[in-house]
């Protein structure tokens, strides 16, 4: 059973923190992608990566930074944190092929204060 | 760049009924791919069903199908004999082929079946 992970469901932090969101998915996908959902936005894409170490700014880049150490692991950044950043972050992975879905982890909801 | 457009922010049917879903999207592109997801409360996005652009004939998954008319750019989900489990945002997406093929998603349509 195919299996993406996220470090936490929900989260809170203050202003100005430094946070990290870890993604973690068990089916060797090359591409991974780090999303955040807001209500009547749908989804919106930040960062994504094609391959280790290789990153790729999304539509709202601005704010987040992203690492790729190893193929499994996707990680987002808040280098600082602001309310603007409180919503839902979804990750996903895909395999290589085009016709390959997307699967989603469950999403992590942080809340900044 | 491509947009995908959902009109209707929330929409209500009841058991055993059916209810079709709007999406509509513009691109460029001769050759892509659009998707169907469902998000049940609290709970992962899962796909419900895709459709190449280059295939004429319509997806169809169980009691879920889509209307793809390519010249409109228009790509409707008709659920069929609905579930209280069908219960969920609905967002339609669009995947074109270049590098890494990222999903742009419509802002979602609330789906609520009632008894």
């Known amino acids: 059973d195919v299996k993406v992970t996220q470090s936490s469901r929900y989260l809170v932090k203050r202003t100005g923190e430094k946070v990290f969101l870890e993604c973690v998915q068990d089916?060797?996908?090359?591409?991974m992608f780090w999303y955040r959902q807001d209500p009547g936005l749908g989804l919106r894409l930040i960062y994504f990566?094609?391959?280790?170490?290789?990153?790729e700014k999304g539509d709202i880049p601005e704010g987040y930074s992203v690492s790729r150490e190893k193929k499994e692991r996707f990680s987002l950044i808040l280098e600082s944190a602001s309310t603007n950043q409180t919503s839902m972050y979804l990750c996903?992975?895909?395999?290589?092929?085009?016709?390959?879905?997307?699967?989603f982890g469950p999403g992590t909801r942080l809340t900044v204060l | 760049a491509q947009t995908v457009t959902q009109s209707q922010p929330e929409m209500s049917v009841q058991e055993a009924e059916t209810v079709t879903l709007s999406c509509t999207y513009d691109?460029?592109?001769?050759?892509?791919?659009l998707f169907w997801y469902k998000q049940p409360p609290s709970r992962q996005m899962i796909l419900v069903i895709r459709?190449?652009?280059?295939?004429?004939q319509n997806a169809t998954e169980n009691r879920f199908s889509v209307n793809f008319q390519k010249a409109a750019k228009s790509f409707s989900l008709k659920i069929s004999d609905s579930q209280l489990g069908d219960t969920a945002m609905y967002f339609c997406a669009f995947m074109g082929t270049g590098t890494a093929s990222k999903l742009t998603f419509g802002t979602g349509t609330r789906l609520q079946v009632t008894l």
């Open positions: 691109t460029s592109e001769n050759n892509y791919y």
């Open positions: 459709q190449e652009a280059y295939k004429q």
């Open positions: 990566s094609y391959d280790v170490k290789m990153k």
């Open positions: 089916m060797d996908h090359e591409n």
């Open positions: 996903a992975s895909k395999g290589i092929s085009s016709y390959n879905e997307q699967f």
